[in-house]
């Protein structure tokens, strides 16, 4: 199996990691009751954690979509290994590592490392179509 689907594994489950991440701390300030029902009366969540959470998640499902799309189409055209499994694996790090500094508030180490998983998509994305 190549590695860039392992990645892409992998990538599901820092998803599912940072769903849970934000949506914790919204059910805890909000309320479980609120969080369960129809939401029709919008609500948001005021604390910073929860804030964060939120906003880094919502970051991530911004350029996941590209992620997926390049993994999978590196394996089907067969364009895998090289420089493609290193930026899939440098996407994944990236990602992880955005997290934590999100939530502890480290802004240019963010943005640095933001800009690192930009450059692996892009450079995904050079070698499918190289």
Do not use: C, H
């Not at 949506?23 to 009366?41: F, V």
């Amino acid at each position: 199996m190549p590695t860039e689907i392992i990645v892409l594994g992998w990538s599901v489950a820092l998803l599912i990691a940072q769903m849970f991440l934000a949506s914790i701390p919204t059910t805890m300030e909000l309320g479980g009751e609120y969080q369960a029902g129809p939401r029709d009366e919008p609500r948001t969540a005021r604390g910073r954690f929860a804030g964060r959470a939120g906003r880094a998640y919502r970051n991530l499902l911004e350029t996941y979509p590209a992620f997926v799309a390049l993994a999978l189409a590196l394996a089907i055209t067969g364009k895998t290994g090289g420089y493609a499994t290193t930026a899939a694996i440098v996407w994944l790090v990236a990602r992880v590592l955005y997290v934590p500094l999100y939530l502890v508030q480290i802004p240019f180490a963010r943005s640095i490392v933001w800009f690192i998983a930009l450059l692996a998509l892009i450079t995904m994305l050079i070698r499918l179509l190289a």
